[in-house]
Protein backbone atom coordinates (compact mmCIF):
# COMPACT_ATOMS: atom_id res chain seq x y z
CA UNK A 1 0.00 0.00 0.00
CA UNK A 2 1.40 3.46 -0.67
CA UNK A 3 0.51 6.92 0.77
CA UNK A 4 0.41 9.97 -0.88
CA UNK A 5 1.79 12.73 0.60
CA UNK A 6 -0.82 15.63 1.58
CA UNK A 7 -0.07 19.30 -0.39
CA UNK A 8 1.36 21.44 1.75
CA UNK A 9 -0.69 24.13 3.47
CA UNK A 10 0.76 27.71 1.99
CA UNK A 11 -1.07 31.18 2.54
CA UNK A 12 -0.51 32.47 -1.22
CA UNK A 13 0.70 31.13 -4.08
CA UNK A 14 1.74 33.51 -7.55
CA UNK A 15 1.85 32.20 -10.56
CA UNK A 16 3.94 33.91 -13.88
CA UNK A 17 4.86 32.90 -16.96
CA UNK A 18 8.00 34.43 -16.24
CA UNK A 19 10.15 35.12 -12.96
CA UNK A 20 13.61 36.59 -12.46
CA UNK A 21 14.99 35.34 -9.32
CA UNK A 22 18.17 37.96 -9.30
CA UNK A 23 19.71 34.88 -7.56
CA UNK A 24 21.12 32.46 -8.89
CA UNK A 25 22.18 35.27 -11.40
CA UNK A 26 21.03 35.82 -14.72
CA UNK A 27 17.76 33.26 -14.51
CA UNK A 28 14.83 33.60 -15.84
CA UNK A 29 12.01 31.81 -14.99
CA UNK A 30 9.44 29.84 -16.63
CA UNK A 31 6.12 28.78 -15.53
CA UNK A 32 7.15 29.04 -12.16
CA UNK A 33 5.32 30.09 -8.96
CA UNK A 34 5.93 31.44 -5.70
CA UNK A 35 4.54 30.35 -2.57
CA UNK A 36 4.33 32.55 0.34
CA UNK A 37 3.33 31.89 4.00
CA UNK A 38 3.58 34.43 7.10
CA UNK A 39 5.15 36.98 4.99
CA UNK A 40 8.04 35.30 3.66
CA UNK A 41 9.05 32.62 0.61
CA UNK A 42 8.49 28.81 1.24
CA UNK A 43 9.02 27.59 -2.62
CA UNK A 44 9.66 28.85 -5.71
CA UNK A 45 8.78 25.82 -8.25
CA UNK A 46 7.21 25.30 -11.75
CA UNK A 47 3.49 25.59 -11.93
CA UNK A 48 2.67 22.06 -12.02
CA UNK A 49 4.59 20.83 -8.91
CA UNK A 50 3.12 24.05 -6.94
CA UNK A 51 -0.67 22.45 -7.87
CA UNK A 52 0.17 18.85 -6.84
CA UNK A 53 2.65 19.65 -4.07
CA UNK A 54 0.77 23.29 -2.23
CA UNK A 55 -2.52 23.59 -0.99
CA UNK A 56 -2.92 27.07 -1.09
CA UNK A 57 -5.17 29.88 1.18
CA UNK A 58 -5.35 32.08 -1.93
CA UNK A 59 -3.91 32.33 -5.57
CA UNK A 60 -2.99 34.55 -8.00
CA UNK A 61 -2.52 34.34 -11.46
CA UNK A 62 -0.70 36.95 -13.03
CA UNK A 63 -0.49 35.53 -16.70
CA UNK A 64 1.74 36.77 -19.33
CA UNK A 65 3.88 38.65 -16.54
CA UNK A 66 7.02 38.82 -15.10
CA UNK A 67 7.86 38.83 -11.33
CA UNK A 68 11.23 40.35 -9.97
CA UNK A 69 11.95 41.18 -6.35
CA UNK A 70 10.69 44.60 -5.20
CA UNK A 71 13.23 47.31 -6.43
CA UNK A 72 15.30 48.95 -3.55
CA UNK A 73 15.48 52.35 -3.82
CA UNK A 74 19.32 52.92 -2.60
CA UNK A 75 18.90 56.85 -1.91
CA UNK A 76 15.97 59.29 -1.48
CA UNK A 77 15.24 62.19 0.49
CA UNK A 78 11.39 61.58 0.52
CA UNK A 79 9.43 64.36 1.90
CA UNK A 80 11.00 66.64 -0.55
CA UNK A 81 8.62 65.31 -3.20
CA UNK A 82 6.55 68.78 -1.78
CA UNK A 83 9.27 70.31 -3.06
CA UNK A 84 9.47 68.36 -6.94
CA UNK A 85 9.39 71.29 -9.72
CA UNK A 86 10.15 74.34 -7.11
CA UNK A 87 13.62 74.85 -8.42
CA UNK A 88 14.64 73.67 -12.02
CA UNK A 89 17.19 73.98 -14.10
CA UNK A 90 19.77 75.24 -11.51
CA UNK A 91 23.19 74.01 -10.47
CA UNK A 92 23.75 72.04 -7.07
CA UNK A 93 24.86 74.36 -5.15
CA UNK A 94 22.40 77.33 -6.53
CA UNK A 95 19.71 75.10 -5.96
CA UNK A 96 20.65 74.29 -2.85
CA UNK A 97 21.99 77.52 -1.14
CA UNK A 98 19.06 79.85 -2.96
CA UNK A 99 16.00 77.80 -3.36
CA UNK A 100 16.05 74.13 -1.37
CA UNK A 101 17.63 75.31 1.79
CA UNK A 102 15.55 78.60 2.43
CA UNK A 103 12.58 76.30 1.46
CA UNK A 104 13.16 74.18 4.28
CA UNK A 105 13.68 76.37 6.59
CA UNK A 106 10.48 78.13 5.88
CA UNK A 107 8.14 74.74 5.57
CA UNK A 108 10.04 71.38 6.96
CA UNK A 109 8.34 70.10 9.89
CA UNK A 110 6.93 67.36 11.29
CA UNK A 111 3.86 67.39 9.69
CA UNK A 112 5.67 68.17 6.33
CA UNK A 113 8.56 65.44 7.05
CA UNK A 114 4.58 62.82 7.43
CA UNK A 115 3.02 64.17 4.81
CA UNK A 116 5.85 63.86 1.91
CA UNK A 117 6.85 60.60 2.94
CA UNK A 118 3.39 59.40 2.03
CA UNK A 119 3.30 60.91 -1.14
CA UNK A 120 6.91 59.68 -1.89
CA UNK A 121 5.86 56.38 -0.46
CA UNK A 122 2.76 55.84 -2.69
CA UNK A 123 4.70 56.44 -6.25
CA UNK A 124 7.33 54.30 -5.26
CA UNK A 125 4.67 51.67 -4.57
CA UNK A 126 3.19 52.33 -7.77
CA UNK A 127 7.12 51.90 -9.52
CA UNK A 128 7.33 48.53 -7.68
CA UNK A 129 9.90 49.76 -5.60
CA UNK A 130 9.40 48.24 -1.94
CA UNK A 131 12.17 49.42 0.12
CA UNK A 132 13.52 52.84 0.37
CA UNK A 133 16.87 54.44 2.00
CA UNK A 134 15.74 57.79 2.82
CA UNK A 135 17.87 60.47 4.15
CA UNK A 136 16.06 63.82 5.72
CA UNK A 137 14.84 65.21 8.55
CA UNK A 138 12.37 63.91 11.76
CA UNK A 139 13.24 60.44 10.58
CA UNK A 140 10.93 59.32 13.49
CA UNK A 141 8.13 60.27 11.29
CA UNK A 142 9.16 59.82 8.27
CA UNK A 143 9.93 56.26 9.43
CA UNK A 144 6.28 56.20 11.29
CA UNK A 145 4.67 57.49 7.36
CA UNK A 146 6.48 54.57 5.85
CA UNK A 147 5.40 51.60 8.18
CA UNK A 148 1.70 53.18 7.94
CA UNK A 149 2.21 53.20 3.83
CA UNK A 150 3.09 49.75 4.44
CA UNK A 151 6.72 50.37 2.17
CA UNK A 152 10.24 49.09 3.42
CA UNK A 153 12.16 51.79 4.54
CA UNK A 154 16.18 52.00 6.04
CA UNK A 155 15.42 55.43 7.70
CA UNK A 156 18.90 57.93 8.11
CA UNK A 157 19.76 59.50 10.78
CA UNK A 158 21.14 62.67 9.17
CA UNK A 159 23.68 64.75 10.78
CA UNK A 160 24.63 68.11 10.00
CA UNK A 161 27.24 70.60 11.80
CA UNK A 162 24.59 73.24 11.41
CA UNK A 163 20.86 74.25 12.89
CA UNK A 164 17.71 73.70 10.91
CA UNK A 165 14.28 73.42 12.39
CA UNK A 166 14.94 69.75 13.16
CA UNK A 167 18.12 70.21 15.25
CA UNK A 168 20.80 72.80 16.62
CA UNK A 169 23.92 70.91 16.26
CA UNK A 170 25.35 67.57 15.18
CA UNK A 171 24.94 66.68 18.68
CA UNK A 172 21.35 67.41 18.67
CA UNK A 173 21.02 65.42 15.58
CA UNK A 174 22.55 62.20 16.91
CA UNK A 175 20.78 62.22 20.04
CA UNK A 176 17.39 62.79 18.09
CA UNK A 177 17.95 60.23 15.45
CA UNK A 178 19.41 57.57 18.28
CA UNK A 179 16.18 58.15 20.41
CA UNK A 180 13.90 57.48 17.30
CA UNK A 181 15.89 54.27 16.55
CA UNK A 182 15.72 52.76 20.32
CA UNK A 183 12.13 53.46 20.09
CA UNK A 184 11.45 51.88 16.36
CA UNK A 185 13.71 49.44 16.16
CA UNK A 186 11.60 46.61 16.59
CA UNK A 187 9.36 47.25 13.48
CA UNK A 188 9.97 44.68 11.24
CA UNK A 189 9.66 47.18 8.13
CA UNK A 190 12.40 49.52 9.16
CA UNK A 191 16.49 49.89 9.48
CA UNK A 192 18.40 52.35 10.03
CA UNK A 193 21.75 54.10 9.02
CA UNK A 194 23.69 57.17 10.00
CA UNK A 195 23.43 59.60 7.37
CA UNK A 196 25.86 62.75 7.87
CA UNK A 197 24.82 64.54 4.77
CA UNK A 198 28.19 65.41 2.97
CA UNK A 199 32.07 66.54 3.39
CA UNK A 200 31.35 69.91 2.90
CA UNK A 201 28.46 70.07 5.91
CA UNK A 202 30.34 67.58 8.58
CA UNK A 203 33.39 68.03 10.18
CA UNK A 204 35.88 65.87 11.17
CA UNK A 205 35.06 66.07 14.64
CA UNK A 206 31.55 65.34 13.74
CA UNK A 207 32.28 61.84 11.10
CA UNK A 208 34.44 60.41 13.69
CA UNK A 209 31.74 60.53 16.36
CA UNK A 210 29.59 59.31 13.30
CA UNK A 211 32.26 56.64 12.78
CA UNK A 212 32.52 55.41 16.43
CA UNK A 213 28.30 54.83 16.76
CA UNK A 214 28.14 52.94 13.42
CA UNK A 215 30.72 50.67 14.98
CA UNK A 216 29.19 50.48 18.03
CA UNK A 217 25.46 49.62 16.60
CA UNK A 218 26.32 47.57 12.98
CA UNK A 219 24.66 50.10 10.77
CA UNK A 220 25.45 51.88 7.10
CA UNK A 221 26.95 55.04 6.62
CA UNK A 222 24.97 57.00 4.21
CA UNK A 223 26.40 60.03 2.75
CA UNK A 224 26.63 62.28 -0.49
CA UNK A 225 30.47 61.80 -1.72
CA UNK A 226 32.27 63.51 -5.12
CA UNK A 227 28.87 64.39 -6.17
CA UNK A 228 30.28 67.86 -8.01
CA UNK A 229 33.73 69.24 -8.57
CA UNK A 230 32.97 72.20 -6.92
CA UNK A 231 32.83 69.99 -3.41
CA UNK A 232 36.49 68.46 -4.30
CA UNK A 233 38.03 72.09 -5.07
CA UNK A 234 36.42 73.04 -1.81
CA UNK A 235 37.60 70.12 -0.19
CA UNK A 236 41.21 70.78 -1.70
CA UNK A 237 41.10 74.47 -0.37
CA UNK A 238 40.24 73.59 3.35
CA UNK A 239 41.61 70.25 3.99
CA UNK A 240 44.37 69.51 1.58
CA UNK A 241 42.97 66.49 -0.07
CA UNK A 242 40.15 65.15 -2.09
CA UNK A 243 36.57 64.15 -0.10
CA UNK A 244 38.21 60.59 -0.69
CA UNK A 245 41.12 60.64 0.63
CA UNK A 246 39.60 62.72 3.81
CA UNK A 247 37.38 60.13 4.64
CA UNK A 248 39.85 57.49 4.09
CA UNK A 249 42.10 59.26 6.70
CA UNK A 250 39.50 59.64 9.01
CA UNK A 251 38.76 55.64 8.82
CA UNK A 252 35.13 55.85 7.49
CA UNK A 253 35.99 53.58 3.70
CA UNK A 254 34.65 50.02 4.76
CA UNK A 255 31.71 47.70 3.37
CA UNK A 256 29.07 49.89 5.93
CA UNK A 257 29.63 53.15 3.39
CA UNK A 258 27.24 53.90 0.78
CA UNK A 259 28.73 56.79 -1.41
CA UNK A 260 25.58 58.56 -3.09
CA UNK A 261 26.38 59.90 -6.48
CA UNK A 262 30.24 59.31 -7.00
CA UNK A 263 30.34 61.04 -9.96
CA UNK A 264 33.79 62.28 -10.34
CA UNK A 265 36.19 59.34 -9.33
CA UNK A 266 39.69 59.22 -10.47
CA UNK A 267 40.70 55.54 -11.66
CA UNK A 268 42.75 55.59 -8.26
CA UNK A 269 39.61 56.49 -6.11
CA UNK A 270 37.62 54.09 -7.39
CA UNK A 271 40.56 51.12 -6.91
CA UNK A 272 40.01 52.68 -2.98
CA UNK A 273 36.34 52.39 -2.93
CA UNK A 274 36.82 48.93 -4.36
CA UNK A 275 39.66 47.88 -1.45
CA UNK A 276 37.53 48.77 1.08
CA UNK A 277 34.19 46.96 -0.07
CA UNK A 278 32.69 50.50 0.01
CA UNK A 279 28.96 50.02 -2.11
CA UNK A 280 27.73 53.46 -4.35
CA UNK A 281 24.19 54.52 -4.66
CA UNK A 282 24.01 55.37 -8.55
CA UNK A 283 21.61 58.33 -8.99
CA UNK A 284 21.62 59.19 -12.71
CA UNK A 285 18.67 61.42 -13.60
CA UNK A 286 19.42 63.46 -10.68
CA UNK A 287 23.27 64.07 -11.41
CA UNK A 288 22.27 64.95 -15.22
CA UNK A 289 19.11 67.17 -14.12
CA UNK A 290 21.64 69.41 -11.94
CA UNK A 291 24.57 69.32 -14.61
CA UNK A 292 26.77 67.11 -12.01
CA UNK A 293 27.75 64.93 -14.43
CA UNK A 294 27.78 61.11 -15.33
CA UNK A 295 29.14 58.62 -12.84
CA UNK A 296 31.66 55.78 -14.44
CA UNK A 297 29.66 53.16 -13.16
CA UNK A 298 31.45 50.87 -15.68
CA UNK A 299 34.40 51.39 -14.48
CA UNK A 300 32.85 51.06 -11.08
CA UNK A 301 31.36 47.36 -12.19
CA UNK A 302 34.65 46.49 -14.01
CA UNK A 303 36.63 47.49 -10.23
CA UNK A 304 33.84 45.09 -8.37
CA UNK A 305 32.22 47.73 -6.22
CA UNK A 306 28.56 46.97 -5.28
CA UNK A 307 26.72 49.71 -7.52
CA UNK A 308 22.78 50.48 -6.42
CA UNK A 309 20.37 52.58 -7.76
CA UNK A 310 18.64 55.42 -6.32
CA UNK A 311 16.43 58.49 -7.55
CA UNK A 312 17.60 61.03 -5.05
CA UNK A 313 14.31 62.98 -4.14
CA UNK A 314 11.75 64.69 -6.01
CA UNK A 315 13.48 67.78 -6.04
CA UNK A 316 16.04 67.05 -7.86
CA UNK A 317 14.82 64.15 -9.88
CA UNK A 318 11.03 65.10 -10.54
CA UNK A 319 10.17 61.01 -10.40
CA UNK A 320 10.89 58.48 -7.84
CA UNK A 321 10.38 55.89 -10.28
CA UNK A 322 13.52 53.41 -10.21
CA UNK A 323 12.63 51.60 -13.68
CA UNK A 324 13.42 54.45 -15.84
CA UNK A 325 16.13 55.09 -13.65
CA UNK A 326 17.58 51.69 -14.67
CA UNK A 327 17.10 52.36 -18.11
CA UNK A 328 18.81 55.60 -17.75
CA UNK A 329 21.72 53.60 -16.00
CA UNK A 330 22.29 50.97 -18.28
CA UNK A 331 22.23 53.87 -21.30
CA UNK A 332 24.79 56.30 -19.90
CA UNK A 333 26.81 53.11 -18.78
CA UNK A 334 27.05 52.21 -22.74
CA UNK A 335 27.60 55.21 -23.77
CA UNK A 336 30.25 56.92 -22.03
CA UNK A 337 32.56 53.44 -21.88
CA UNK A 338 31.14 53.25 -25.24
CA UNK A 339 30.79 49.34 -24.69
CA UNK A 340 27.33 47.95 -25.42
CA UNK A 341 27.85 45.26 -23.32
CA UNK A 342 28.42 46.84 -19.99
CA UNK A 343 25.47 46.72 -17.77
CA UNK A 344 23.19 44.30 -19.25
CA UNK A 345 19.67 43.47 -18.58
CA UNK A 346 20.18 41.36 -15.43
CA UNK A 347 23.25 42.97 -13.66
CA UNK A 348 21.02 45.96 -13.57
CA UNK A 349 18.13 44.41 -11.64
CA UNK A 350 20.55 43.26 -9.60
CA UNK A 351 21.85 46.51 -8.80
CA UNK A 352 18.30 47.66 -8.08
CA UNK A 353 17.25 44.74 -5.59
CA UNK A 354 19.91 42.51 -4.08
CA UNK A 355 22.81 44.75 -4.77
CA UNK A 356 20.84 47.46 -2.64
CA UNK A 357 19.89 45.00 0.16
CA UNK A 358 23.70 44.53 0.55
CA UNK A 359 24.49 47.76 0.50
CA UNK A 360 21.87 48.05 3.37
CA UNK A 361 22.80 44.61 4.76
CA UNK A 362 19.56 43.34 4.17
CA UNK A 363 20.87 40.79 1.31
CA UNK A 364 19.70 37.88 3.86
CA UNK A 365 15.75 39.48 3.89
CA UNK A 366 15.24 41.21 0.49
CA UNK A 367 16.78 41.29 -3.04
CA UNK A 368 16.06 38.07 -3.98
CA UNK A 369 13.11 35.75 -4.69
CA UNK A 370 14.71 33.00 -2.34
CA UNK A 371 13.55 30.66 0.35
CA UNK A 372 13.24 32.34 3.45
CA UNK A 373 13.45 35.90 2.50
CA UNK A 374 10.93 38.31 2.99
CA UNK A 375 7.88 38.08 0.02
CA UNK A 376 9.09 41.47 -1.53
CA UNK A 377 7.68 40.96 -4.89
CA UNK A 378 6.77 42.90 -8.25
CA UNK A 379 4.84 42.17 -11.00
CA UNK A 380 5.36 43.66 -14.51
CA UNK A 381 2.73 43.38 -17.08
CA UNK A 382 4.55 42.41 -20.53
CA UNK A 383 0.96 41.44 -22.37
CA UNK A 384 0.57 44.78 -23.45
CA UNK A 385 0.86 45.70 -27.42
CA UNK A 386 3.58 48.24 -26.92
CA UNK A 387 5.93 45.33 -25.41
CA UNK A 388 5.34 42.77 -27.26
CA UNK A 389 6.87 40.68 -28.95
CA UNK A 390 9.05 39.86 -25.97
CA UNK A 391 11.94 37.88 -26.62
CA UNK A 392 13.70 38.51 -23.04
CA UNK A 393 11.97 39.57 -20.07
CA UNK A 394 14.66 40.87 -18.55
CA UNK A 395 15.65 43.31 -21.50
CA UNK A 396 11.54 44.29 -21.58
CA UNK A 397 12.03 45.39 -17.73
CA UNK A 398 14.45 47.55 -18.63
CA UNK A 399 14.34 49.09 -21.66
CA UNK A 400 10.51 48.44 -22.76
CA UNK A 401 8.07 48.64 -19.75
CA UNK A 402 7.68 51.48 -17.67
CA UNK A 403 6.10 52.16 -13.76
CA UNK A 404 2.57 52.20 -15.42
CA UNK A 405 3.36 48.67 -16.68
CA UNK A 406 3.93 47.28 -12.81
CA UNK A 407 0.44 45.94 -11.88
CA UNK A 408 0.98 44.09 -8.61
CA UNK A 409 3.70 44.62 -5.57
CA UNK A 410 3.71 42.91 -2.06
CA UNK A 411 6.06 43.72 0.75
CA UNK A 412 6.83 41.11 3.32
CA UNK A 413 3.78 39.36 1.31
CA UNK A 414 1.05 41.99 1.81
CA UNK A 415 -0.76 42.91 -1.80
CA UNK A 416 0.55 46.75 -1.35
CA UNK A 417 -0.88 47.64 -5.23
CA UNK A 418 -3.56 45.41 -7.33
CA UNK A 419 -4.28 45.71 -11.11
CA UNK A 420 -1.74 49.23 -10.72
CA UNK A 421 -3.88 51.01 -8.13
CA UNK A 422 -2.77 51.47 -3.99
CA UNK A 423 -4.38 48.83 -1.82
CA UNK A 424 -6.32 50.84 1.13
CA UNK A 425 -4.76 54.11 0.24
CA UNK A 426 -7.11 56.93 -1.18
CA UNK A 427 -5.45 58.44 -4.19
CA UNK A 428 -7.59 61.43 -3.89
CA UNK A 429 -6.66 62.16 -0.47
CA UNK A 430 -3.42 62.20 -1.22
CA UNK A 431 -4.04 64.51 -4.20
CA UNK A 432 -5.74 66.95 -1.52
CA UNK A 433 -2.78 66.54 0.80
CA UNK A 434 -0.16 67.73 -2.19
CA UNK A 435 -2.47 70.71 -2.74
CA UNK A 436 -2.35 71.84 0.59
CA UNK A 437 0.83 72.19 0.64
CA UNK A 438 1.69 73.26 -2.82
CA UNK A 439 -0.30 76.17 -1.76
CA UNK A 440 1.07 76.77 1.17
CA UNK A 441 4.13 76.70 -0.51
CA UNK A 442 3.65 78.53 -3.41
CA UNK A 443 1.96 81.84 -1.33
Known amino acids: MTFSTPPRPVD ?20 HAVAITDGKIVAVLPQSAAREELSPAKTVQLGEQLLIPGLVNLHTHA ?46 LRSGTTCFSDMYFFPREAAEAAVEMGI ?12 NAYASDAEDYLDKGLTTRDALRDEPLLSFCLAPHAPYTVSNATFERVLTLAEQLDIPIHLHLHETEDEIQGSLTQYGVRPVARLQGLGLLSPSLIAVHAVHLLPDEIQILAAHNCSIAHCPASNLKLGSGIAPVAAML ?47 LRMATLNGAQALGLQEKIGSIETGKAADLCAIGLQ ?6 CYDPASHAIHAAGREHVSHVWVAGQLR ?27
Open 12 to 31: LLIEARWIIPVEPAGITLEN
Open 79 to 124: AMTLLRGLADDQPLMTWLQEHIWPAESRFVSREFVRDGTRLAAAEM
Open 152 to 163: RSAQGLVVLDFP
Open 302 to 348: QAGINVGIGTDGAASNNRLDLLSELRLACLLAKGSSRNARVMSAHVA
Open 384 to 389: HPELAP
Open 417 to 443: VENGSLCGIGKNDLIRLAKVWQNKIRD
